[in-house]
């Protein structure tokens, strides 16, 4: 393939030529599902889109080269929560959900994944950037919750042209009184 790639860099707004960092070693990261249902349409968007990226990438820069790396989060509130409406364990709700969702991969011929890493096998990596984040101040702990610090964060919103101010705090979760402010999100 001897054409250029652009892509749309949310960052600047605005369509530029993709030079990777390394051209014999591209990484390629997209957040996966939360496996708390079954998959549903505005689920398959990201997948083909995605799945089409992977493919132009390893065409462009060879089969070898490309690191397509997505997760899948198979722990939750909602996944608890739906466990509990289902009568199931976590476990069980979510190796059902993950299966539905390849067989949905295998229906839109979309490739899998180098990586496709689950949350839960990664449970003490993220306690470890937790700590981290606690150590450095952007983070906080009230009542046994821990709490993502939006405010200290200068760049907050910068990928998605948004201003903390723009931001509707409780628009996806409920506020709770444990948070310094209502903008700030459960690590």
Do not use: W
Request: net charge positive; charged share 30%; aromatic share 10%.
């Amino acid at each position: 393939m001897n054409k250029d790639i652009f892509l749309s860099n949310s960052l600047g707004n605005k369509k530029e030529k993709f030079v990777p960092i390394n051209k014999n070693k591209i990484g390629m990261y997209v957040c996966g599902p939360t496996v708390y249902d079954d998959p549903h349409i505005g689920n398959a968007r990201p997948l083909v889109v995605f799945d089409i990226l992977f493919r132009v990438l390893k065409c462009k820069f060879g089969e070898k080269t490309v690191n397509y790396v997505r997760n899948i989060t198979d722990i939750d509130d909602k996944i608890i929560q739906s466990s509990i409406e289902k009568n199931i364990s976590t476990e069980e709700l979510t190796k059902k959900i993950i299966k539905n969702f390849h067989d949905d991969c295998v229906y839109l011929n979309c490739e899998n994944p180098t990586f496709e890493p689950k949350a839960t096998e990664n449970i003490s990596l993220m306690v470890e950037m937790i700590n981290q984040l606690l150590r450095n101040g952007y983070a906080y702990s009230n009542n046994r919750h821990v709490y993502f610090e939006v405010k200290k964060f200068k760049d907050y919103g910068k990928l998605s042209n948004k201003k903390l101010d723009e931001l509707i705090a409780g628009s996806r979760v409920e506020v709770s009184e444990n948070k310094k402010n209502p903008e700030d999100f459960v690590l």
